[in-house]
């Protein structure tokens, strides 16, 4: 059977600077080496498919493989059922990609008033973070065409004429650009596994391929497919300068899976475009258990360069044009629980100083489930009647996230370093670059949390009834009864064997500001602001740092970056109620978009003097609003010319559509100009005067400013 290269979905590891014990050598042309465990117990198989193309990668499958068995195989141990209860699957084949997609025109919709414009209108952006480095979205426009995701097309507007110009049949699209004439779809196509168990055999999709399809839109009616590239890996992002896009995902670095009845690790490579990414360009962090990947392409040539990185799962991307910053947190959090679990079992006195010792050294050597099946049978005995009950565990712990820094020029990057800070991101506005004379800096808003273990564990015993049963003895004629008393144990309790959970709990929060300078040191930092709140909301405007915390209220704070070495809080402001999203509308003027108990909330905090902050305006939706902007800030429109505000609303779970609100940051005035009822209603964009409210079936165009209806293109 042929084997190939496995490929799956990356998931958070990082690495713990434990060597294993054992060292991988070449043995047969599928190279399987055993990490010894007792006779009976399963086997921890490393595979490595064996080519001589794959010798250039030895060293780092190697590395690879010794941080999985702590990241990924060792955490089982923190559910007692985790071990064994996978099926027993055996990977026989990978089947390729879909076919080809295509366009198809379709008949014309016209809406009631046609729209000409001699040459280019001005029209809306897509709400971005740093100016120069646009970002997908599922609407875009050019002034001249919108383009629309769904589920399986891309719907081509031609807004010019208020009609339907084509479809693109292409499924699985999470982002588009427009630039040009060309349309740029970012997609995740599924792989299919083909897993089989004895007979029976079983279909899993992954969503593991990433691409990027090009098409020429210079006729909206008739879109030309050009070109596409794709790599193996979860999409993460992109970004776009200029003309050269910049596309990024990772992958696991490798897989654990079941091989007869023997747990079998295979590490991985990326593959670009069916090709394996070349030794040369894959660089290491110091973390091994995801690649990431980032595609360069020039959208002028369809020239491409490939480079992967292993670290860890992609959480967060910020771009500056020539730099990318890529991070990841931690996930160490399941391997620390599982040393708290097994430290906290020898402070009870349920395993000795010796066995944990002999455990931690089955772990680093692979012999997991030898570990799991001894420690099942210690908890059976040391807890020997019914068993509810759970224990609350600290954890020595503290959250961490690293970031991969990249020096970009067109096609090329070049790796800048890792840094790390203590705590979590909660999105990209929470990191950001500024200036300080000549020197550069990135500023980082985190939030660290102290966890608890908390073990659950159930034994359950019952008593069993006394039984008899009648025993007759004939000899002859003679006949002799009498009964025998049965006991199904001889104490007349059975008992099921003992299970255990292990939850993860964050016990205590607080928020650090870490500033980095251009050699990605860590120069200076604010801790403890807020203690037992969350960063909800960050947002830098020049070298003012505004981050709102939530947990009751919503404090607003100013801190002062303007000397990197001595960051300041500058004020706070306790409001109720928290924000979301932050947006500048005016030097002094800054937009909140949160929630007040049930209400859709939108601020307008006054900020000219940041030491005495206050909250000018507020508008309060009623009741039970949500919005997509809490969780994508690509989802609001605001318009300075005509001064209005349009996002998507959800009110009491079933009426949808877009809330248009006025404002004027002079004259601290929020209003509410309509509520526009539009199912799975998704973007608002403008061209020229008129606004369209783009939803998923139909797009409702208005006259600006007075907003008045003008039709609706459906689709």
Same mark, same amino acid.
């Given at each position: 059977?042929?084997?190939?290269?496995?490929?799956?979905?990356?998931? *958070?590891?990082?690495?713990?600077?434990?060597?294993?014990?054992?060292?991988?050598?070449?043995?047969?042309?599928?190279?399987?080496?055993?990490?010894?465990?007792?006779?009976?117990?399963?086997?921890?198989?490393?595979?490595?498919?064996?080519?001589?193309?794959?010798?250039?990668?030895?060293?780092?499958? %190697?590395?690879?493989?010794?941080?999985?068995?702590?990241?990924?195989?060792?955490?089982?141990?923190?559910?007692?059922?985790?071990?064994?209860?996978?099926?027993?699957?055996?990977?026989?084949?990978?089947?390729?990609?879909?076919?080809?997609?295509?366009?198809?025109?379709?008949?014309?919709?016209?809406?009631?008033?046609?729209?000409?414009?001699?040459?280019?209108?001005?029209?809306?952006?897509?709400?971005?973070?740093?100016?120069?480095?646009?970002?997908?979205?599922?609407?875009?426009?050019?002034?001249?065409?919108?383009?629309?995701?769904?589920?399986?097309?891309?719907?081509?507007?031609?807004?010019?004429?208020?009609?339907?110009?084509?479809?693109?049949?292409?499924?699985?699209?999470?982002?588009?650009? *427009?630039?040009?004439?060309?349309?740029?779809?970012?997609?995740?196509?599924?792989?299919?596994?083909? +897993?089989?168990?004895?007979?029976?055999?079983?279909?899993?999709?992954?969503?593991?391929?990433?691409?990027?399809?090009?098409? %020429?839109?210079?006729?909206?009616?008739?879109?030309?497919?050009?070109?596409?590239?794709?790599?193996?890996?979860?999409?993460?992002?992109?970004?776009?300068?200029?003309?050269?896009?910049?596309?990024?995902?990772?992958?696991?670095?490798?897989?654990?899976?079941?091989?007869?009845?023997?747990?079998?690790?295979?590490?991985?490579?990326?593959?670009?475009?069916?090709?394996? !990414?070349?030794?040369?360009?894959?660089?290491?962090?110091?973390?091994?258990?995801?690649?990431?990947?980032?595609?360069?392409?020039?959208?002028?040539?369809?020239?491409?360069?490939?480079?992967?990185?292993?670290?860890?799962?992609?959480?967060?991307?910020?771009?500056?044009?020539?730099?990318?910053? !890529?991070?990841?947190?931690?996930?160490?959090?399941?391997?620390?629980?599982?040393?708290?679990?097994?430290?906290? +079992?020898?402070?009870?006195?349920?395993?000795?100083?010796?066995?944990?010792?002999?455990?931690?050294?089955?772990?680093?050597?692979?012999?997991?489930?030898?570990?799991?099946?001894?420690?099942?049978?210690?908890?059976?005995?040391?807890?020997?009647?019914?068993?509810?009950?759970?224990?609350?565990?600290?954890?020595?712990?503290? %959250?961490?996230?690293?970031?991969?820094?990249?020096?970009?020029?067109?096609?090329?990057?070049?790796?800048?370093?890792?840094?790390?800070?203590?705590?979590?991101?909660?999105?990209?506005?929470?990191?950001?670059?500024?200036?300080?004379? %000549?020197?550069?800096?990135?500023?980082?808003?985190?939030?660290?949390?102290?966890?608890?273990?908390?073990?659950?564990?159930?034994?359950?015993?019952?008593?069993?009834?006394?039984?008899?049963?009648?025993?007759?003895?004939?000899?002859?004629?003679?006949?002799?009864?009498?009964?025998?008393?049965?006991?199904?144990?001889?104490?007349?309790?059975?008992?099921?064997?003992?299970?255990?959970?292990?939850?993860?709990?964050?016990?205590?929060?607080?928020?650090?500001?870490?500033?980095?300078?251009?050699?990605?040191?860590?120069?200076?930092?604010?801790?403890?602001?807020?203690?037992?709140?969350?960063?909800?909301?960050?947002?830098?405007?020049?070298?003012?740092?505004?981050?709102?915390?939530?947990?009751?209220?919503?404090?607003?704070?100013?801190?002062?970056?303007?000397?990197?070495?001595?960051?300041?809080?500058?004020?706070? +402001?306790?409001?109720?109620?928290?924000?979301?999203?932050?947006?500048?509308?005016?030097?002094?003027?800054?937009?909140?978009?949160?929630?007040?108990?049930?209400?859709?909330?939108?601020?307008?905090?006054?900020?000219?003097?940041?030491?005495?902050?206050?909250?000018?305006?507020?508008? *309060?939706?009623?009741?039970?609003?949500?919005?997509?902007?809490?969780?994508?800030?690509?989802?609001?429109?605001?318009?300075?010319?005509?001064?209005?505000?349009?996002?998507?609303?959800?009110?009491?779970?079933?009426?949808?559509?877009?809330?248009?609100?006025?404002?004027?940051?002079?004259?601290? !005035?929020?209003?509410?100009?309509?509520?526009?009822?539009?199912?799975?209603?998704?973007?608002?964009?403008?061209?020229?005067?008129? *606004?369209?409210?783009?939803?998923?079936?139909?797009?409702?165009?208005?006259?600006?400013?007075? +907003?008045?209806?003008?039709?609706?293109?459906?689709?």
């Amino acid at each position: 059977m042929d084997r190939k290269v496995i490929l799956v979905i990356g998931i *958070l590891a990082f690495s713990i600077g434990v060597i294993i014990p054992f060292t991988i050598l070449p043995t047969t042309p599928y190279q399987k080496t055993t990490v010894a465990g007792t006779p009976s117990s399963p086997r921890l198989s490393i595979l490595i498919p064996q080519t001589p193309q794959l010798e250039v990668y030895r060293d780092l499958l %190697d590395k690879i493989v010794r941080q999985a068995i702590l990241t990924t195989y060792a955490p089982s141990l923190l559910n007692s059922r985790g071990l064994w209860a996978s099926p027993q699957l055996d990977l026989i084949r990978v089947a390729s990609t879909g076919s080809l997609p295509i366009a198809v025109v379709t008949p014309e919709t016209t809406v009631s008033h046609l729209l000409s414009y001699s040459e280019q209108p001005e029209y809306s952006k897509t709400n971005i973070q740093v100016a120069g480095v646009d970002e997908q979205d599922i609407v875009k426009t050019n002034g001249r065409v919108i383009a629309i995701v769904r589920d399986k097309d891309i719907v081509v507007v031609d807004a010019l004429n208020g009609k339907v110009a084509s479809y693109i049949y292409i499924n699985n699209v999470r982002g588009l650009y *427009l630039v040009n004439n060309d349309l740029i779809a970012l997609r995740e196509e599924p792989l299919f596994y083909i +897993l089989g168990s004895n007979e029976l055999k079983q279909s899993i999709v992954y969503p593991v391929l990433v691409e990027v399809v090009v098409y %020429d839109l210079k006729d909206p009616l008739n879109p030309i497919y050009k070109y596409r590239v794709n790599f193996t890996g979860v999409f993460a992002g992109s970004r776009l300068v200029g003309n050269y896009l910049y596309v990024i995902g990772y992958m696991d670095a490798y897989r654990l899976w079941d091989q007869g009845g023997d747990r079998a690790l295979t590490p991985l490579l990326p593959i670009v475009n069916g090709e394996p !990414i070349p030794r040369e360009n894959i660089s290491e962090t110091g973390a091994y258990s995801s690649y990431v990947i980032l595609l360069s392409l020039d959208l002028n040539s369809g020239a491409y360069t490939a480079k992967a990185y292993l670290g860890g799962g992609v959480e967060w991307i910020y771009m500056v044009p020539d730099r990318l910053y !890529i991070a990841w947190s931690n996930p160490l959090i399941n391997y620390i629980a599982l040393v708290g679990l097994l430290e906290h +079992l020898h402070s009870k006195g349920v395993i000795s100083e010796l066995k944990l010792y002999e455990y931690m050294k089955m772990i680093e050597e692979g012999r997991v489930e030898e570990v799991g099946k001894d420690l099942a049978l210690t908890l059976d005995k040391y807890y020997n009647a019914t068993t509810f009950h759970e224990e609350y565990i600290p954890l020595n712990y503290t %959250d961490e996230t690293a970031f991969l820094v990249l020096d970009i020029n067109g096609l090329e990057a070049s790796q800048r370093g890792v840094f790390k800070v203590p705590g979590r991101v909660l999105d990209q506005f929470a990191m950001e670059e500024y200036h300080v004379g %000549d020197e550069r800096f990135m500023v980082v808003a985190t939030t660290i949390s102290k966890y608890v273990a908390v073990v659950y564990y159930n034994k359950y015993c019952r008593v069993e009834p006394s039984q008899v049963v009648t025993v007759e003895e004939v000899r002859g004629e003679e006949r002799t009864t009498r009964q025998v008393k049965l006991n199904t144990t001889q104490s007349g309790l059975t008992c099921e064997p003992i299970s255990w959970f292990t939850g993860i709990q964050s016990s205590s929060t607080v928020n650090n500001v870490y500033i980095v300078n251009n050699e990605l040191n860590i120069v200076s930092n604010l801790t403890e602001l807020a203690p037992g709140e969350k960063v909800y909301a960050a947002r830098l405007l020049k070298n003012i740092l505004y981050l709102v915390t939530f947990r009751q209220v919503d404090p607003l704070f100013a801190v002062d970056l303007s000397d990197p070495y001595k960051p300041r809080v500058l004020g706070y +402001l306790k409001i109720p109620g928290f924000s979301e999203y932050l947006h500048p509308l005016t030097e002094s003027k800054l937009l909140g978009v949160g929630r007040e108990n049930s209400a859709l909330k939108i601020s307008l905090f006054d900020i000219s003097n940041p030491i005495n902050m206050s909250e000018a305006a507020k508008l *309060l939706l009623k009741d039970y609003v949500d919005s997509e902007v809490f969780r994508d800030h690509h989802a609001i429109l605001i318009d300075h010319r005509y001064k209005y505000i349009a996002i998507p609303v959800t009110i009491a779970w079933s009426w949808r559509g877009f809330a248009i609100i006025e404002f004027d940051a002079e004259g601290n !005035i929020l209003k509410l100009r309509e509520l526009v009822k539009l199912d799975s209603p998704m973007r608002a964009v403008y061209i020229d005067n008129r *606004l369209y409210l783009v939803a998923y079936s139909k797009t409702i165009t208005y006259q600006l400013p007075e +907003l008045r209806y003008l039709g609706e293109i459906s689709y």
